[in-house]
Protein backbone atom coordinates (compact mmCIF):
# COMPACT_ATOMS: atom_id res chain seq x y z
CA UNK A 1 0.00 0.00 0.00
CA UNK A 2 1.20 3.25 -0.40
CA UNK A 3 4.18 4.89 -2.28
CA UNK A 4 7.02 2.37 -3.58
CA UNK A 5 9.31 3.31 -6.04
CA UNK A 6 10.77 6.85 -6.36
CA UNK A 7 13.72 7.97 -8.11
CA UNK A 8 14.81 11.31 -7.96
CA UNK A 9 17.04 13.36 -10.13
CA UNK A 10 19.13 15.82 -8.17
CA UNK A 11 19.89 19.28 -9.34
CA UNK A 12 23.49 21.09 -9.74
CA UNK A 13 23.17 21.79 -5.81
CA UNK A 14 21.87 18.58 -4.42
CA UNK A 15 18.86 19.29 -3.70
CA UNK A 16 15.49 17.35 -5.08
CA UNK A 17 13.85 19.29 -8.11
CA UNK A 18 10.31 18.70 -8.71
CA UNK A 19 10.78 19.83 -12.42
CA UNK A 20 12.85 16.17 -12.45
CA UNK A 21 10.81 13.97 -10.07
CA UNK A 22 10.39 10.97 -12.21
CA UNK A 23 8.59 8.35 -9.67
CA UNK A 24 5.58 6.03 -10.19
CA UNK A 25 3.16 5.64 -7.03
CA UNK A 26 1.88 1.82 -7.24
CA UNK A 27 -1.61 2.26 -5.93
CA UNK A 28 -3.70 -0.75 -5.29
CA UNK A 29 -6.95 -1.20 -7.23
CA UNK A 30 -9.33 -0.55 -4.93
CA UNK A 31 -8.47 3.42 -3.51
CA UNK A 32 -8.93 4.28 -7.20
CA UNK A 33 -11.90 2.44 -8.44
CA UNK A 34 -13.32 3.70 -4.91
CA UNK A 35 -12.29 7.04 -5.76
CA UNK A 36 -13.75 7.08 -9.02
CA UNK A 37 -17.19 5.70 -8.09
CA UNK A 38 -16.82 8.49 -5.18
CA UNK A 39 -16.83 11.23 -7.52
CA UNK A 40 -19.25 10.07 -10.11
CA UNK A 41 -21.79 9.31 -7.54
CA UNK A 42 -21.33 12.64 -5.71
CA UNK A 43 -21.23 14.96 -9.52
CA UNK A 44 -23.65 13.16 -11.92
CA UNK A 45 -26.34 11.74 -9.30
CA UNK A 46 -26.24 13.03 -5.91
CA UNK A 47 -26.32 17.40 -7.46
CA UNK A 48 -28.98 16.47 -9.87
CA UNK A 49 -30.95 14.71 -7.86
CA UNK A 50 -30.45 17.45 -5.49
CA UNK A 51 -31.33 19.84 -7.91
CA UNK A 52 -34.53 17.63 -9.34
CA UNK A 53 -36.07 16.80 -5.63
CA UNK A 54 -35.84 20.93 -5.02
CA UNK A 55 -37.50 21.51 -8.24
CA UNK A 56 -40.26 19.33 -7.44
CA UNK A 57 -40.86 21.13 -3.88
CA UNK A 58 -40.88 24.63 -5.55
CA UNK A 59 -43.68 23.28 -7.95
CA UNK A 60 -45.95 22.57 -4.90
CA UNK A 61 -46.33 26.42 -4.19
CA UNK A 62 -47.25 27.61 -0.94
CA UNK A 63 -47.21 23.63 0.84
CA UNK A 64 -43.71 23.78 1.15
CA UNK A 65 -42.62 27.14 1.33
CA UNK A 66 -44.50 28.81 3.86
CA UNK A 67 -47.01 31.49 3.04
CA UNK A 68 -48.84 31.35 6.10
CA UNK A 69 -46.27 33.83 7.43
CA UNK A 70 -49.21 36.34 7.65
CA UNK A 71 -52.59 35.36 8.30
CA UNK A 72 -54.93 35.68 5.26
CA UNK A 73 -57.79 38.11 5.21
CA UNK A 74 -60.38 38.56 2.20
CA UNK A 75 -59.62 41.42 0.29
CA UNK A 76 -63.41 42.24 0.84
CA UNK A 77 -63.05 41.68 4.31
CA UNK A 78 -64.35 44.61 6.72
CA UNK A 79 -61.22 45.19 8.28
CA UNK A 80 -59.12 45.76 5.69
CA UNK A 81 -57.19 49.06 5.38
CA UNK A 82 -56.98 51.61 2.81
CA UNK A 83 -54.11 53.48 1.80
CA UNK A 84 -53.04 56.13 -0.82
CA UNK A 85 -51.86 55.42 -4.44
CA UNK A 86 -48.63 56.70 -2.72
CA UNK A 87 -48.43 54.35 -0.06
CA UNK A 88 -49.08 51.52 -2.13
CA UNK A 89 -46.29 52.27 -4.77
CA UNK A 90 -43.91 53.13 -2.27
CA UNK A 91 -44.16 49.51 -0.47
CA UNK A 92 -44.39 47.98 -4.03
CA UNK A 93 -41.21 49.40 -5.04
CA UNK A 94 -39.60 47.98 -1.82
CA UNK A 95 -41.20 44.59 -2.73
CA UNK A 96 -39.56 44.83 -5.62
CA UNK A 97 -35.95 46.30 -4.58
CA UNK A 98 -36.02 43.23 -2.58
CA UNK A 99 -37.06 40.35 -5.63
CA UNK A 100 -34.36 42.02 -7.27
CA UNK A 101 -31.15 41.78 -5.06
CA UNK A 102 -32.56 38.55 -3.65
CA UNK A 103 -32.63 37.12 -7.32
CA UNK A 104 -29.12 38.70 -7.67
CA UNK A 105 -27.67 37.15 -4.73
CA UNK A 106 -29.35 33.83 -5.68
CA UNK A 107 -27.84 33.63 -9.13
CA UNK A 108 -24.58 34.86 -7.82
CA UNK A 109 -24.48 32.04 -5.02
CA UNK A 110 -25.31 29.32 -8.09
CA UNK A 111 -22.56 30.33 -10.03
CA UNK A 112 -20.36 30.74 -7.01
CA UNK A 113 -20.94 26.84 -6.08
CA UNK A 114 -21.08 25.87 -9.62
CA UNK A 115 -17.56 27.21 -10.05
CA UNK A 116 -15.95 25.89 -6.54
CA UNK A 117 -17.52 22.59 -7.56
CA UNK A 118 -15.70 22.24 -10.96
CA UNK A 119 -12.81 23.99 -9.89
CA UNK A 120 -12.50 20.99 -7.85
CA UNK A 121 -12.50 18.42 -10.69
CA UNK A 122 -9.15 18.90 -11.90
CA UNK A 123 -7.34 17.92 -8.97
CA UNK A 124 -9.62 15.08 -7.75
CA UNK A 125 -8.42 13.68 -11.40
CA UNK A 126 -4.83 14.15 -10.45
CA UNK A 127 -4.92 12.40 -6.95
CA UNK A 128 -7.84 9.72 -8.11
CA UNK A 129 -6.21 8.37 -11.74
CA UNK A 130 -3.03 9.94 -12.05
CA UNK A 131 -1.20 9.57 -8.25
CA UNK A 132 2.00 9.94 -10.06
CA UNK A 133 1.27 13.55 -10.46
CA UNK A 134 0.32 14.74 -7.18
CA UNK A 135 2.82 16.01 -4.92
CA UNK A 136 5.79 14.37 -3.35
CA UNK A 137 4.38 14.62 0.38
CA UNK A 138 0.82 13.87 -0.38
CA UNK A 139 0.65 11.00 1.78
CA UNK A 140 1.53 12.95 4.75
CA UNK A 141 -0.22 16.07 3.87
CA UNK A 142 -3.78 14.87 1.86
CA UNK A 143 -5.42 18.30 1.21
CA UNK A 144 -6.86 20.27 -1.45
CA UNK A 145 -4.19 22.98 -0.55
CA UNK A 146 -1.29 20.43 -1.07
CA UNK A 147 -1.99 19.05 -4.55
CA UNK A 148 -2.68 22.47 -5.64
CA UNK A 149 -0.30 24.30 -3.64
CA UNK A 150 1.58 25.21 -7.47
CA UNK A 151 -0.17 27.84 -9.85
CA UNK A 152 2.64 26.91 -12.52
CA UNK A 153 0.13 23.42 -12.60
CA UNK A 154 -2.92 23.53 -14.23
CA UNK A 155 -5.28 21.90 -11.71
CA UNK A 156 -3.12 24.07 -9.65
CA UNK A 157 -3.85 27.38 -11.83
CA UNK A 158 -7.39 26.27 -11.99
CA UNK A 159 -8.47 25.58 -8.31
CA UNK A 160 -6.94 29.27 -7.64
CA UNK A 161 -9.23 30.92 -9.87
CA UNK A 162 -12.06 29.04 -9.11
CA UNK A 163 -11.91 29.38 -5.25
CA UNK A 164 -10.57 33.03 -5.82
CA UNK A 165 -13.78 33.94 -8.42
CA UNK A 166 -16.45 32.21 -5.76
CA UNK A 167 -15.23 34.22 -3.01
CA UNK A 168 -15.72 37.57 -5.08
CA UNK A 169 -18.97 36.57 -6.19
CA UNK A 170 -20.49 35.81 -2.59
CA UNK A 171 -18.48 39.16 -1.22
CA UNK A 172 -20.36 40.16 -4.55
CA UNK A 173 -23.82 39.48 -3.35
CA UNK A 174 -24.22 39.64 0.72
CA UNK A 175 -26.12 36.59 0.67
CA UNK A 176 -26.66 36.51 4.02
CA UNK A 177 -29.12 39.57 4.24
CA UNK A 178 -31.23 38.52 1.02
CA UNK A 179 -31.59 34.58 0.84
CA UNK A 180 -31.79 33.81 4.69
CA UNK A 181 -34.83 33.97 6.54
CA UNK A 182 -34.55 36.98 9.35
CA UNK A 183 -34.57 36.26 13.03
CA UNK A 184 -37.32 36.62 15.56
CA UNK A 185 -38.31 40.49 16.48
CA UNK A 186 -38.85 41.92 19.11
CA UNK A 187 -42.29 43.29 19.53
CA UNK A 188 -44.79 45.36 21.77
CA UNK A 189 -44.82 48.51 20.56
CA UNK A 190 -46.24 50.05 17.56
CA UNK A 191 -43.12 50.78 15.75
CA UNK A 192 -41.68 47.47 16.42
CA UNK A 193 -45.07 45.33 15.56
CA UNK A 194 -45.24 47.50 12.20
CA UNK A 195 -41.71 46.26 11.89
CA UNK A 196 -42.28 42.94 12.80
CA UNK A 197 -45.01 42.38 10.26
CA UNK A 198 -43.42 44.07 7.45
CA UNK A 199 -39.92 41.79 7.77
CA UNK A 200 -42.40 38.52 7.88
CA UNK A 201 -43.81 39.41 4.51
CA UNK A 202 -40.92 40.59 3.12
CA UNK A 203 -37.98 38.14 4.37
CA UNK A 204 -35.22 40.56 4.27
CA UNK A 205 -33.03 40.84 6.70
CA UNK A 206 -32.30 44.63 5.89
CA UNK A 207 -35.56 45.43 8.14
CA UNK A 208 -34.00 43.74 11.35
CA UNK A 209 -32.77 45.69 14.16
CA UNK A 210 -28.82 46.35 14.23
CA UNK A 211 -27.72 43.40 15.54
CA UNK A 212 -29.18 40.45 13.58
CA UNK A 213 -27.99 42.46 10.28
CA UNK A 214 -24.46 43.32 11.63
CA UNK A 215 -24.03 39.70 11.98
CA UNK A 216 -25.40 38.52 8.71
CA UNK A 217 -23.10 41.22 7.03
CA UNK A 218 -20.17 39.73 9.00
CA UNK A 219 -21.09 36.63 7.94
CA UNK A 220 -21.10 37.44 4.24
CA UNK A 221 -17.68 39.19 4.29
CA UNK A 222 -15.29 37.76 6.62
CA UNK A 223 -15.34 33.62 5.88
CA UNK A 224 -14.91 35.16 2.08
CA UNK A 225 -11.71 37.52 2.23
CA UNK A 226 -10.66 34.38 4.12
CA UNK A 227 -11.02 32.73 1.06
CA UNK A 228 -10.05 34.93 -1.26
CA UNK A 229 -6.03 34.96 1.21
CA UNK A 230 -6.32 30.91 0.64
CA UNK A 231 -6.67 31.05 -3.14
CA UNK A 232 -3.39 33.79 -3.63
CA UNK A 233 -1.35 32.37 -0.69
CA UNK A 234 -0.33 28.71 -1.46
CA UNK A 235 0.32 26.36 1.37
CA UNK A 236 4.29 25.39 -0.10
CA UNK A 237 5.71 21.82 0.83
CA UNK A 238 9.17 22.17 2.50
CA UNK A 239 8.61 25.84 3.16
CA UNK A 240 11.62 27.53 4.78
CA UNK A 241 12.65 30.96 5.54
CA UNK A 242 9.97 33.57 4.67
CA UNK A 243 8.14 31.40 2.79
CA UNK A 244 6.91 30.34 6.49
CA UNK A 245 4.66 32.95 6.20
CA UNK A 246 2.71 32.06 3.20
CA UNK A 247 2.20 28.71 4.75
CA UNK A 248 1.23 30.58 7.94
CA UNK A 249 -1.21 32.75 6.16
CA UNK A 250 -2.67 29.84 4.15
CA UNK A 251 -3.08 27.14 6.93
CA UNK A 252 -4.90 30.27 9.59
CA UNK A 253 -7.28 31.58 6.91
CA UNK A 254 -8.58 28.10 5.32
CA UNK A 255 -9.41 26.34 8.47
CA UNK A 256 -10.73 29.52 10.43
CA UNK A 257 -13.10 30.73 7.14
CA UNK A 258 -14.67 27.03 6.76
CA UNK A 259 -15.20 26.97 10.34
CA UNK A 260 -17.24 30.22 10.70
CA UNK A 261 -19.07 29.53 7.52
CA UNK A 262 -20.19 26.55 8.85
CA UNK A 263 -20.83 27.52 12.45
CA UNK A 264 -23.31 30.67 10.81
CA UNK A 265 -25.23 27.99 8.36
CA UNK A 266 -25.79 25.81 11.76
CA UNK A 267 -26.77 28.68 14.30
CA UNK A 268 -28.89 30.16 11.66
CA UNK A 269 -30.74 27.11 11.55
CA UNK A 270 -31.42 26.46 14.77
CA UNK A 271 -31.31 29.77 16.64
CA UNK A 272 -32.79 31.33 13.48
CA UNK A 273 -35.21 29.03 12.13
CA UNK A 274 -35.70 26.23 14.97
CA UNK A 275 -35.01 23.71 11.92
CA UNK A 276 -33.38 20.99 14.16
CA UNK A 277 -35.68 21.16 16.87
CA UNK A 278 -38.63 20.67 14.64
CA UNK A 279 -36.84 18.82 12.19
CA UNK A 280 -39.31 15.75 12.17
CA UNK A 281 -42.37 17.41 13.59
CA UNK A 282 -45.17 19.06 11.58
CA UNK A 283 -45.86 21.87 14.14
CA UNK A 284 -46.14 24.73 14.44
CA UNK A 285 -42.44 26.49 15.28
CA UNK A 286 -43.09 29.14 17.80
CA UNK A 287 -43.23 32.81 16.43
CA UNK A 288 -43.22 31.86 13.20
CA UNK A 289 -47.22 29.99 12.84
CA UNK A 290 -46.21 27.52 10.82
CA UNK A 291 -44.20 24.05 10.25
CA UNK A 292 -40.73 23.76 8.49
CA UNK A 293 -40.87 23.74 4.94
CA UNK A 294 -38.69 21.04 3.86
CA UNK A 295 -36.35 23.15 1.68
CA UNK A 296 -35.40 23.88 5.81
CA UNK A 297 -34.90 20.24 6.40
CA UNK A 298 -32.98 19.55 3.09
CA UNK A 299 -30.68 22.57 4.78
CA UNK A 300 -30.74 20.18 7.34
CA UNK A 301 -29.16 17.17 5.88
CA UNK A 302 -26.94 19.21 3.90
CA UNK A 303 -25.48 21.15 6.93
CA UNK A 304 -25.20 17.67 9.03
CA UNK A 305 -23.07 15.75 5.64
CA UNK A 306 -20.84 18.94 5.35
CA UNK A 307 -20.01 18.48 9.35
CA UNK A 308 -19.63 14.65 8.76
CA UNK A 309 -17.43 15.39 6.24
CA UNK A 310 -15.42 17.96 8.04
CA UNK A 311 -15.29 16.19 10.87
CA UNK A 312 -13.58 13.12 8.69
CA UNK A 313 -10.83 15.27 7.47
CA UNK A 314 -10.22 16.96 10.59
CA UNK A 315 -9.58 13.36 12.34
CA UNK A 316 -7.34 12.25 9.37
CA UNK A 317 -6.00 15.45 9.28
CA UNK A 318 -4.84 14.81 13.26
CA UNK A 319 -3.46 11.61 12.69
CA UNK A 320 -1.56 12.60 9.92
CA UNK A 321 0.43 15.50 12.14
CA UNK A 322 1.62 12.92 14.77
CA UNK A 323 1.76 9.57 12.45
CA UNK A 324 4.14 9.10 9.73
CA UNK A 325 1.73 7.82 6.84
CA UNK A 326 2.51 5.68 3.83
CA UNK A 327 -1.18 4.63 2.84
CA UNK A 328 -2.26 6.44 -0.59
CA UNK A 329 -6.06 5.26 0.44
CA UNK A 330 -5.68 7.39 3.75
CA UNK A 331 -4.46 10.26 2.05
CA UNK A 332 -7.64 10.24 -0.65
CA UNK A 333 -9.92 9.93 2.40
CA UNK A 334 -8.71 13.16 4.13
CA UNK A 335 -8.32 14.54 0.38
CA UNK A 336 -12.45 14.07 -0.60
CA UNK A 337 -13.82 14.92 3.01
CA UNK A 338 -12.13 18.43 2.26
CA UNK A 339 -13.29 18.52 -0.76
CA UNK A 340 -16.93 17.35 -0.23
CA UNK A 341 -17.42 19.52 3.01
CA UNK A 342 -16.46 22.24 0.73
CA UNK A 343 -18.77 21.89 -1.85
CA UNK A 344 -21.66 21.22 0.34
CA UNK A 345 -20.80 24.54 2.38
CA UNK A 346 -21.04 27.01 -0.63
CA UNK A 347 -24.31 24.80 -1.52
CA UNK A 348 -26.14 26.03 1.42
CA UNK A 349 -26.95 29.71 0.33
CA UNK A 350 -28.35 27.99 -2.83
CA UNK A 351 -30.87 25.62 -0.89
CA UNK A 352 -32.12 28.85 1.29
CA UNK A 353 -32.68 31.03 -1.94
CA UNK A 354 -34.87 28.70 -3.55
CA UNK A 355 -36.26 28.82 -0.01
CA UNK A 356 -36.83 32.83 -0.38
CA UNK A 357 -36.97 32.61 -4.62
CA UNK A 358 -40.16 30.64 -4.91
CA UNK A 359 -41.95 32.39 -1.82
CA UNK A 360 -42.89 35.65 -3.37
CA UNK A 361 -40.80 36.57 -5.93
CA UNK A 362 -42.36 34.99 -8.67
CA UNK A 363 -44.98 36.86 -8.30
CA UNK A 364 -45.36 40.52 -9.36
CA UNK A 365 -44.44 43.14 -7.03
CA UNK A 366 -47.67 45.25 -6.89
CA UNK A 367 -49.62 41.74 -6.41
CA UNK A 368 -47.58 40.93 -3.68
CA UNK A 369 -48.24 44.42 -1.83
CA UNK A 370 -51.42 44.48 -1.92
CA UNK A 371 -51.69 41.33 -0.67
CA UNK A 372 -49.42 42.49 2.10
CA UNK A 373 -51.75 45.30 2.92
CA UNK A 374 -55.13 43.80 2.83
CA UNK A 375 -53.42 41.90 6.04
CA UNK A 376 -52.77 44.95 8.41
CA UNK A 377 -54.09 44.97 11.94
CA UNK A 378 -52.51 48.07 13.08
CA UNK A 379 -52.62 51.61 12.39
CA UNK A 380 -50.99 52.50 9.02
CA UNK A 381 -49.94 56.58 8.93
CA UNK A 382 -50.40 57.63 5.65
CA UNK A 383 -49.79 61.25 4.96
CA UNK A 384 -49.43 62.57 8.69
CA UNK A 385 -53.02 60.92 9.11
CA UNK A 386 -54.18 57.38 10.78
CA UNK A 387 -56.72 55.54 9.33
CA UNK A 388 -57.81 52.86 12.13
Known amino acids: ???????????????????????????????????????FVFLFLVVPSSVLFVKSLAAEGAECSGYAWIPDKSETDAD????????????????????????????????????????????????????????VDFEQKGTLSNTTQKAEKPHGRLWAVALFTASMLKLNSMYTLWLYRPWLQPTGEFVAG??????????????????????????????????????????????????????????????????????????????GEQAFSYFSSDDNVPGFNEPLCDFQRLRVITVVAAWISGLVFVSVQGYLAFVPNKSYTLALVS??????????????????????????????????????????DFPIMVADKCHS
Not at 211 to 239: D, E, M, Q, Y
Not at 337 to 361: K, M
Open 1 to 39: MGLESRAFVSNESGSESDETIDRERKVEPYPRTASGCLV
Open 194 to 271: AQFHTIDYVRTNILSHLAPRAVSTVWAILPHVGFLFTAVVPSLSGAHGYQTILLGVHNVCAPISMLFLMAMETIQLQC
Open 335 to 376: YFGEVIGLILAFWLPVLAGLDIIFWNSTQPAAYTAAKFMSTF
Open 80 to 135: AKSVTASGFASFSIVVALRNTYALTAFLLSIVSAITVALGTIPATIVVAWSPEMAE
